[in-house]
């Protein structure tokens, strides 16, 4: 087995295998998760701190409760609330927690890249729960995951990502995650929200979404980010709903057997008709969820077990 | 009377390179040859380069406001080692230089403080806004050699005709950066594949050429003589080139960075790599070497502009732009002659010669007459960049630890050494 990374700051830096160890990993966790007692010692005596510059209420409740369950001190900080607005600067905020030695440090961030910068200059294992429009690691890996177990594996399958790429980190990690594990990607959506170069990256682009779902066996849908909007980018939400909106009809052209992913909070109605997203033949997103939890879970541990092997190395002189 | 010989002379009026001696008197240019050299105070050269000083068009020098950053003295030094002899300021200050009380007080820091010349340019518009026009009569007379908004553009098109109208009937040079402002507004680096795999706020290389396109249409309609401070894309210049072609007095600039260093620089959003307009791609860079060479961009400047570690230690999108340059000007240059892309004279006219005749200064030759602003320099000389070994205030330049080739031995204004290398610093340094 090997994961080799001091942190995990997105999909880009992982090699395949140490991808495919988090998920194994990650499939163990399921399996505790789903027990009544659903406690281990993996970071015990560690201390986690939740570092949320932007409003999350789902990823971080995910981290904080698989720290929880790894028996870890989790600490919350609200950064909006604090010292932010006392003009205090990222590197700042970040000594200063580092002063407090906590062993892993889970930051979002709006700023693409923020995260690498703030781990050039703490002691701890920083996860990145999302930066700007750069990467969420996590969120590719829980989905990789439920791929994996919805169907068997992980390579050569055919996924389309719909909706709005262009502000979206989520797209960005799975699209370099599918992509080094072998599948083919599709971007669908409006040209108006798919950024320039994707061709290069390897992924076909799609503005049809009919043209673009035909025999896909993953259909990944985006939640479309009204709060990041400039604004102008689509006429309207029901011109979207009618064009890029996943419904029965649309999603006939898919293989029968896809299935339809969703990183929430879905705009029923948007990008997405209800029904489809209830449908338990179709639809994943509750089960992505839980995969959020053991992924988590699995990533916190194999970076702890890296923390503590370099710790150890350390107090024997070794250097690291 | 003191005699450079056995120096290779760099000469960007004949784009010439020979062997030779050249003499100079009270401060000019008095003689030079290839023979026997004339009697007098002889500085031996060993075969090194002596060129004319770098004239360096559209350097911030932090004064006044952040006068931490950056100060004529500091600069003055900076330029002297970087073989910059005459510097042309930008009014991009804190306040801007939009008025000649303010335009005075900088000249006279300068004279102060400065060891090489100092020029200024003037605000086009007052605060650099873009709304009213500065009082360009009286900051001509008060010695404003060009009027600039740096890295302003002026939105409003009314207004920049009116500016460019009133300009040309002063006969005095003005300058602009070409870009459409509501596209680059808020871009960090170059739309394509690596700004979207970094996520970064992006702008595309097109918004350039429709500043150009535009800035040419009111040059034709008003008649000013103009020059783009900095050109970074090849779709920008054959709207350049036919300009040019019919008989507009305009002339365009590039930035040494834009010819050294290209948009994958920026790696893991190193934020010393982030500068205005953003870095490039590979294709367009190549291009604006080319155009370098074939004489279709005039001038090649620094666009010196010091950043404190405090601007530029955050998130990429949040970090100020600009890098230092006046001491890595010529070593980075140096890359393209090693590369057999420019030669010597080439670089020079683009760096001196062009410069200084945009603003009609007498300096940036080697002819006589010519004042003996002087760069000696060994184009060879291996060094790896330290920034903190830099004698400008700030330290961000994007060649820290780049292995570099190219030092400057020895710099003089007006016939008066300014800059000498340290004898020990390199085995192929003078008087050893």
């Known amino acids: 087995m090997a994961f080799r990374q001091k942190h995990l700051l997105g999909i880009e830096p992982l090699h395949p295998t140490e991808i495919t160890t988090i998920l194994d990993v990650a499939d163990s966790y399921v399996d505790l998760n789903r027990q009544a007692h659903k406690h281990s010692d993996a970071l015990k005596g560690m201390t986690q701190i939740n570092m949320f510059f932007e409003n999350s209420t789902r990823t971080q409740s995910s981290f904080e409760l698989a720290g929880k369950r790894l028996g870890a001190d989790v600490m919350n900080m609200s950064m909006q609330a604090s010292s932010i607005k006392k003009g205090e600067t990222l590197i700042d905020t970040a000594l200063t927690l580092n002063a407090m030695h906590p062993d892993l440090l889970v930051v979002r961030h709006p700023h693409s890249g923020a995260v690498d910068l703030l781990a050039e200059k703490v002691n701890c294992a920083v996860l990145n729960a999302g930066d700007g429009r750069h990467e969420h690691p996590t969120q590719a890996l829980l989905d990789a995951l439920t791929i994996r177990r919805a169907k068997g594996r992980l390579h050569r399958l055919s996924i389309a990502i719909c909706g709005d790429i262009a502000h979206s980190r989520v797209a960005r990690s799975n699209l370099i995650l599918l992509g080094k594990m072998e599948n083919r ?87 997405i008709d209800g029904t489809i997203a209830d449908d338990i033949n179709r639809s994943v997103i509750q089960e992505q969820v839980e995969m959020g939890v053991a992924v988590r879970m699995a990533a916190m541990d194999l970076l702890a077990r890296n923390l503590r092997a370099s710790k150890n190395s350390a107090d024997q002189g070794i250097m690291v | 009377m003191t005699v450079f010989i056995n120096a290779r002379l760099i000469d960007p009026e004949t784009l010439t390179d020979t062997l030779g001696w050249l003499r100079i008197e009270q401060g000019v240019i008095a003689q030079q040859g290839t023979g026997t050299p004339p009697a007098g105070d002889q500085i031996e050269c060993h075969g090194k380069c002596l060129a004319p000083g770098i004239v360096d068009l559209g350097v911030k020098v932090s004064e006044p406001g952040e006068r931490h950053k950056e100060s004529f003295a500091s600069a003055g030094r900076a330029a002297a080692a970087g073989g910059v002899t005459t510097i042309v300021t930008r009014p991009d200050t804190l306040n801007a230089i939009d008025t000649p009380e303010v335009l005075e007080f900088v000249e006279r820091r300068a004279a102060m403080d400065s060891i090489v010349n100092v020029k200024h340019m003037s605000a086009l518009t007052k605060d650099r806004a873009g709304s009213e026009m500065v009082e360009i009569g009286f900051m001509k007379d008060a010695g404003a050699v060009a009027f600039t908004d740096c890295d302003h553009v002026v939105e409003n098109t009314k207004v920049l005709q009116r500016c460019m109208t009133y300009a040309r009937s002063l006969g005095v040079l003005v300058i602009g950066h070409p870009q459409e402002p509501t596209l680059s507004k808020g871009a960090a680096v170059t739309s394509g594949k690596f700004a979207s795999l970094r996520g970064l706020p992006a702008v595309s ?228």
């Open chain 2, 205 to 432: 290389p097109m918004a350039e050429r429709m500043g150009v396109d535009r800035d040419i249409a009111l040059i034709e309609m008003t008649g000013v003589k103009y020059h783009f401070d900095q050109l970074s894309t090849a779709r920008a210049l054959p709207a350049l080139e036919r300009a040019k072609k019919n008989g507009l007095d305009v002339t365009a600039g590039v930035s040494i960075h834009h010819l050294t260093l290209n948009e994958y620089d920026v790696g893991d959003y190193r934020t010393f790599f982030k500068v205005k307009p953003p870095l490039r791609s590979e294709d367009d860079r190549l291009a604006m070497v080319e155009a370098v060479a074939n004489g279709t961009i005039d001038i090649i400047a620094s666009m010196h502009t010091p950043q404190d570690e405090e601007s530029k230690r955050l998130p990429f999108e949040e970090a100020a732009s600009g890098s230092v340059a006046l001491e890595t000007l010529l070593p980075a240059a140096m890359r393209l002659i090693h590369s057999d892309q420019l030669t010597l004279p080439e670089l020079f006219r683009a760096m001196a010669l062009n410069p200084a005749d945009r603003l009609g200064l007498t300096c940036g030759r080697l002819s006589i007459g010519a004042p003996a602003d002087l760069v000696l320099f060994d184009p060879d000389a291996p060094f790896v960049m330290d920034r903190f070994k830099l004698k400008s205030k700030s330290k961000n330049t994007p060649f820290d630890g780049a292995r570099m080739q190219g030092k400057v031995l020895g710099t003089w204004v007006s016939g008066q050494q300014v800059f000498e290398q340290a004898q020990n610093a390199t085995a192929t340094g003078l008087n050893q």
């Open chain 1, 185 to 271: 990607v599709r971007l669908v959506g409006p040209p108006t929200l798919i950024p320039a170069g994707m061709t290069e990256l390897g992924c076909e682009v799609y503005e049809d979404m009919e043209e673009g779902l035909k025999d896909v066996d993953v259909v990944m849908m985006l939640r479309l980010q009204k709060e990041r909007m400039d604004g102008g980018f689509i006429p309207s939400e029901r011109e979207y709903f009618h064009r890029y909106g996943l419904d029965a009809a649309k999603l006939a052209h898919a293989k029968p057997d896809a299935i339809v992913m969703h990183p929430g909070p879905m705009n029923r109605g948007v990008e």
